[in-house]
């Protein structure tokens, strides 16, 4: 039709207030020809590149408001995704998450709109085989990547496989649900599509690599979610039409396409994990550390699919460094250390000298970690000489991931330090407070003032409340520049390593596929944090390794949700932080205890089964059927 051969819209009024006969006969002058965009290749990438932009990426833009809020003033305080798992709090903020969070309709559907638009017009492109291949492939890809979006939100959803036409009445353009299992497999078909069309060349843009990527993702995600639905049944009319929910004997065969869609990847020789053989739990945290500074120091090996941020400016930047490096870096800016890693998260990390198990951090002689009271006299508390001391032995990659107290960063020892214990006994926490010792003075959050330290103190909203400040994804070498949009850090969308737990993760829970390779390739991971004794393949070391190796790339949520583990690890559940205190009956020596306790001034979290599908909207005017409870 020639309507959609115009990518740029069509002007309507002027049909209408036209009195021309031949005025179908009139090209636009206003408007691009889509023969004219795609056999320019800068008009190709520019209507690629608003493609690439509307994939529900969950990146540095994507906060419970939606994807790419960096635009303008995006004030959201920073709430994260990870905020609403186990990996983080927030350091004012005491949200879960509500209905209207993390949902992506409208913007789904105008994508799919806008790709339905691109695979109408390929045929009658005058390009080569080889272009018309890469876009029919890129298209199936960016598709498919958009019905993940909604499927992994929504469930059965309408697809939309080609473009719609409006006539005079738009009941003709409403679209039932399909049901989950008929979208799942249109996405996995999509992603076949892609394989089939796409080349090997490496890129920005996705190739057959990255369509396996993410078949490997959508497939295991399915799989789960046939397999563990029994976990949290629902009921009404959405289930009983298989718009929510698969069937237990689907699982394996969902497995087994995120076996094969792995093991492409890992056998296609085209990656490997960036530095896999470090020498030193301290060179495996730095690598891990430089690999999120800049992913395209990895572009070459470990990096499947990355997003740029090039440039500076309202949704060409964005502002992960304002929101969440520590208090004492802020450089002027008013709102930072927002990302609280959590005493939960950092419990989970192995100690290399015992390999296949958490390492939960011990602040008492009796080894107790299930008491949240608070300082207790009669305790006997380990002491250290130096705040990060306790955390001597953890897997490396908590180094590189979180900042602890006393480590130093950009130059500055961070202090992080809830009271201290004075000469006299009398313990002073969470309060601001100052003695003087042999013409010392020590203050009870480590320093004078609160730009001189990162935690505890409520000043702001700015300083930890958990004990820990983020690192991962931080910008060691710039300093902040207090403005809206300013980081320019690139975004891994798919990483080797996820594609090597992906492969693990779908063997140990079906029984197919190689298990003495998947054991090797959860291992590879744990080498390149610089462990040195491998672990058995067992479902509980494979979700450790995804949760360490993986965290805050916002997948722990997803993980959480395909496994239906949600409602059960968030039951009327507290989040935890570790306390230093700075013990001044030892003086002159040095001496910190630490203390378990329950984030302060924060409620208990509760997830609610509806949760695991997001409400759709206007269902009232798009006749959808609701999901449950809503």
């Given amino acids: 039709m020639r309507f959609y051969k115009y990518i740029v819209g069509f002007s309507l009024s ?24 795609f056999s320019d290749p800068k008009g190709v990438e520019q209507y690629m590149a608003n493609l690439y932009y509307q994939l529900p990426i969950e990146d540095f833009a994507y906060f419970r408001n939606g994807f790419n809020t960096n635009g303008q003033d995006p004030n959201n305080g920073g709430f994260a995704a990870a905020m609403v798992t186990d990996e983080a709090v927030h350091s004012d903020f005491g949200d879960f998450f509500g209905d209207g969070d993390f949902g992506w309709w409208e913007p789904g559907y105008k994508l799919i709109r806008d790709v339905n638009l691109l695979s109408d017009v390929i045929p009658d492109l005058d390009i ?120 237990a004997g689907d699982a394996n065969a969902y497995y087994q396409q995120c076996i094969e869609a792995s093991i492409a990847v890992i056998n296609s020789g085209k990656f490997n994990l960036y530095k896999p053989n470090p020498s030193s739990p301290a060179e495996a945290a730095e690598n891990y550390r430089q690999m999120f500074q800049d992913p395209n120091i990895i572009a070459d090996d470990e990096a499947i699919m990355i997003k740029g941020y090039t440039l500076q400016g309202n949704f060409l930047g964005h502002n992960y460094d304002i929101w969440y490096q520590p208090a004492q870096v802020a450089n002027g800016w008013p709102h930072p250390g927002r990302m609280n890693p959590s005493l939960d998260f950092v419990d989970i990390y192995e100690n290399y000298n015992n390999p296949g198990h958490d390492a939960p951090i011990i602040t008492t002689v009796d080894g107790n970690i299930t008491d949240y009271n608070g300082y207790t006299p009669s305790r006997d508390y380990l002491a ?14 908590l180094w590189g991931t979180a900042i602890l107290p006393g480590t130093e960063w950009k130059g500055i020892p961070i202090i992080i330090q809830a009271g201290y214990i004075k000469p006299g006994g009398q313990v002073v926490i969470r309060t601001t407070d100052q003695v003087t010792v042999d013409g010392q003075t020590y203050y009870s959050y480590g320093a004078a003032g609160p730009s001189q330290y990162s935690g505890f103190d409520t000043y702001g909203g700015n300083n930890t409340r958990s004990g820990f400040s983020f690192k991962k994804f931080m910008n060691q070498n710039q300093p ?45 991971t744990r080498r390149r944090a610089a462990h040195t004794v ?53 003086l002159p020596e040095e001496k910190y205890i630490f203390l378990r306790v329950n984030v302060q001034n924060t409620n208990p979290k509760t997830f609610q089964t509806k949760a695991y599908y997001r409400p759709i909207p206007g269902v009232a005017s798009n006749g959808a059927i609701q999901n449950p409870e809503y």
């Fill in 534 to 586: 491998d672990i058995p393949l067992t479902v509980e070391n494979v979700q450790r390794e995804r949760r360490v190796e993986l965290s805050f790339e916002n997948k722990r949520f997803w993980d959480l949700i395909r496994r239906r583990e949600y409602h059960t690890q968030f039951n009327n559940r507290m989040m935890h932080a570790l306390m230093p205190i700075r013990d001044l009956r030892a």
């Fill in 384 to 397: 250290y000489n130096h705040p990060y001391d306790i955390f001597d032995g953890k897997d490396a990659r």
């Fill in 480 to 524: 902040i520049q207090a403005g809206w949009n300013n980081s320019t850090t690139d975004f891994v969308e798919f990483r080797y390593a996820e594609i090597l737990l992906n492969y693990a993760e779908a063997v140990v829970e079906s029984g197919l596929g190689d298990a003495s390779l998947a054991a090797t390739y959860m291992n590879a």
């Fill in 128 to 247: 080569t085989s080889q272009d018309r291949a890469r876009l029919q492939g890129e298209s199936a890809f960016l598709k498919a990547f958009a019905y993940f979006g909604l499927a992994k939100r929504y469930g059965g959803v309408p697809l939309i496989k080609e473009s719609q036409q409006y006539s005079s009445n738009p009941d003709d353009l409403k679209v039932p649900r399909s049901t989950e299992k008929e979208t799942w497999d249109y996405i996995l078909q999509l992603c076949d599509e892609a394989i089939s069309n796409l080349g090997e060349e490496k890129g920005r843009r996705a190739n057959k690599w990255t369509a396996y990527a993410l078949k490997s993702r959508a497939a295991l995600h399915a799989a789960s979610l046939a397999k563990f639905g029994s976990r949290a049944p629902m009921s009404g009319v959405a289930v009983s039409q298989g718009l929510v929910g698969l069937n």
């Fill in 14 to 37: 002027l049909l209408i207030t036209s009195s021309c006969s031949n005025i179908l006969d009139i090209d636009p002058t206003d408007k691009i020809k889509a023969e004219d965009l």
